[in-house]
């Protein structure tokens, strides 16, 4: 099959099984067997499209249990799969809590990093302290930089530039804008940020 017929062919497995569950409180293994295949495809242009077997964690165990084991003794890339491909909203806030944890401390310096990069993006502060180890480990200088700014919008949420007379910039994990003003003092100028910008840094 094609990418295409296989990202189709995910999209029909997974509606089948939610439809099997609703009516009979049952699935076919090889539906959801099949699905988990597609999900750790060899090609991106499959993997990425067919995340059809993650949104199944919510409803079997059998997924949840299968996604902790792999954060535990899967291969690097499946490892990094998982990290890359879970959201709260979609398997559910503890589990995602689990595997990000895991994910954080993970043997891998490259699973390390995007796991402290889903749980900057999550705002999951309890791994700071986590982070700061993964950055003691890190050896290599682009990517303890990117282990460090993930550390700092979790501590800090934002930092202010002053990039010239009367204008700043707020940088934030989501991006970046500029104001002007007046206000020198670095504690009173944050305060007006908070006041005036909580809708663009905390969407």
Known sequence: MTSDEIRAHAK???HKIISDLELQDKYDEQDLATLFSYAFHPKKMVWQYCDYYFLLANKITAVKEQLILIMYTGKMRDRWIVTTSVYPNTVG?????????????D?????RLYGAMRA????YKQYTKLIERAIDLEKNPIS???LMS????LVE???IEKKDDKKYQVNYYHGFFTFESDIVDEQVLRQYVIEHFSHRIYP
Request: hydrophobic share 35%.
């Open 93 to 105: 806030n503890e589990l995602c809590d689990e595997i990000i944890h895991l994910a954080v401390r």
């Open 150 to 153: 993930f550390h700092r919008y």
């Open 144 to 146: 303890k930089k990117s």
């Open 107 to 111: 043997a891998s310096p490259r699973v």
């Open 157 to 159: 949420d934002f930092f």
């Open 120 to 123: 900057t993006s999550f705002n």
């Open 12 to 14: 029909y497995l997974y």
